[in-house]
């Protein structure tokens, strides 16, 4: 049998049998968004196959074992990559260290009829234009902001994602004003061969309203265009897409995990270190630990506070540590489960501590930054 060699090219690892490809994963550089304006750059994982007639080999393995390190040896504190939540590759993944976070779920709907909305209330829908960007970009990025998961949003990449295909017809991009000002957008566009919603409504009192009038609008749009169907993403955290999309008659239909992979823990606490001590800015220095360290195995990460109190230290599975530092739940909700230990001992000032600085954090992942 002719041997299997593996190499990297360029962000890709390869598998080839005399010259000929037959598996690969890519490791694309992602700008990923840990919240309030915090980005860090990530190892995605992407692009992953193997020729059917090398399956069960052991072929992808070796080449997410050759990704993880190409990531490492590049200096990435972390890792991640969303699949399909029935996808084998899960186990893959799941091998391979990556840790599950979260789900994200498919919302359609059958379009034949759609009832409409109401704009009135000052609104006003019509098509989006390229003068659009810089306030459809900043409404959302105010969006997002809280949130764990999402993409950096650049102009170049948001152009280039709807640029050709079924992504750039007209009429599948819609902007909501009032008195003059983008409050709200929504579109339809062709990503991955699949077609997807989005809608985004700035977060006030008229947000839902706002929300209802642009999905309306664009299923009339793609009702003309005699599509049968409609289908957003949204995570149990975003409350705003999927309140909005169960009154409007969308229901689960599929859904998408979201795993992530510790690569070095002080690499990646170092990474967030600003982010860390704005949250225990409003504590005074008697109040703050000089430090907290994190450890899991053979892992460690130290995060710097300069505070007058004694050092923290916090052990816990790598499973516990990566859902604790992403704020999938907090530290101090880890130690209640009895899934954390603390050392040297619990204080009374820990858990005032421990909530501002890993608290829980909601978490998203839109379609359009999949990689």
């Known amino acids: 049998m002719t041997e299997i060699e593996y190499s990297m090219s360029g962000r890709r690892s390869l598998a080839t049998v005399g010259g000929e490809q037959i598996?690969?994963?890519?490791?694309?550089?992602?700008?990923?968004?840990?919240?309030?304006?915090?980005?860090?750059?990530?190892?995605?994982?992407?692009?992953?196959?193997?020729?059917?007639?090398?399956?069960?080999?052991?072929?992808?393995?070796?080449?997410?074992?050759?990704?993880?390190?190409?990531?490492?040896?590049?200096?990435?504190?972390?890792?991640a990559v969303s699949t399909g939540s029935r996808n084998v590759a899960c186990r893959l993944y799941s091998k391979a260290g990556y840790v599950h976070l979260f789900s994200m779920h498919g919302f359609t709907r059958r379009i034949e009829a759609p009832e409409g909305g109401i704009v009135g209330q000052g609104l006003a829908i019509r098509p989006y234009a390229e003068k659009d960007l810089d306030q459809v970009l900043a409404l959302i990025r105010e969006t997002e902001r809280p949130f764990f998961g999402s993409r950096q949003k650049t102009p170049e990449r948001w152009q280039g994602a709807r640029s050709g295909g079924k992504g750039r017809l007209p009429g599948l991009a819609f902007v909501a004003l009032r008195d003059g000002q983008i409050v709200g957008y929504a579109d339809r566009i062709l990503h991955w061969q699949a077609l997807t919603g989005e809608v985004f409504a700035r977060s006030d009192g008229e947000q839902f309203h706002v929300g209802d009038a642009l999905v309306a609008t664009l299923e009339e749009a793609a009702a003309r265009l005699e599509e049968e169907s409609l289908r957003f993403w949204a995570t149990d955290c975003e409350d705003f897409p999927v309140r909005l999309l169960r009154n409007r008659g969308y229901q689960l239909s599929i859904s998408r995990v979201f795993k992530f992979n510790i690569?070095?823990?002080?690499?990646?606490?170092?990474?967030?270190?600003?982010?860390?001590?704005?949250?225990?800015?409003?504590?005074?220095?008697?109040?703050?630990?000089?430090?907290?360290?994190?450890?899991?195995?053979?892992?460690?990460?130290?995060?710097?506070?300069?505070?007058?109190?004694?050092?923290?230290?916090?052990?816990?599975?790598?499973?516990?540590?990566?859902?604790?530092?992403?704020?999938?739940?907090?530290?101090?909700?880890?130690?209640?489960?009895?899934?954390?230990?603390?050392?040297?001992?619990?204080?009374?000032?820990?858990?005032?501590?421990?909530?501002?600085?890993?608290?829980?954090?909601?978490?998203?992942?839109?379609?359009?930054?999949?990689?």
């Not at 992407?46 to 390190?69: I, K, N, P, W, Y």
């Not at 130290?302 to 007058?308: K, N, R, S």
């Not at 130690?335 to 909601?362: C, F």
């Open 263 to 371: 690569l070095s823990l002080q690499k990646l606490v170092d990474q967030l270190g600003d982010l860390f001590r704005g949250r225990v800015a409003g504590l005074s220095e008697g109040e703050v630990p000089a430090s907290i360290e994190l450890v899991y195995d053979d892992q460690r990460g130290v995060i710097t506070l300069g505070g007058a109190l004694e050092g923290i230290k916090l052990a816990a599975s790598r499973e516990v540590v990566t859902k604790v530092i992403c704020g999938r739940f907090s530290a101090w909700d880890a130690y209640l489960r009895g899934v954390m230990d603390i050392h040297p001992s619990v204080e009374p000032n820990v858990q005032k501590v421990l909530e501002a600085l890993l608290p829980t954090v909601p978490f998203q992942h839109p379609a359009n930054d999949w990689w």
């Open 23 to 79: 598996g690969q994963v890519g490791v694309p550089d992602i700008p990923f968004h840990w919240g309030h304006g915090t980005f860090i750059a990530l190892a995605g994982i992407g692009g992953v196959g193997t020729d059917s007639r090398f399956r069960r080999q052991g072929v992808a393995s070796r080449l997410m074992a050759e990704a993880v390190r190409f990531a490492r040896e590049n200096g990435y504190g972390a890792s």
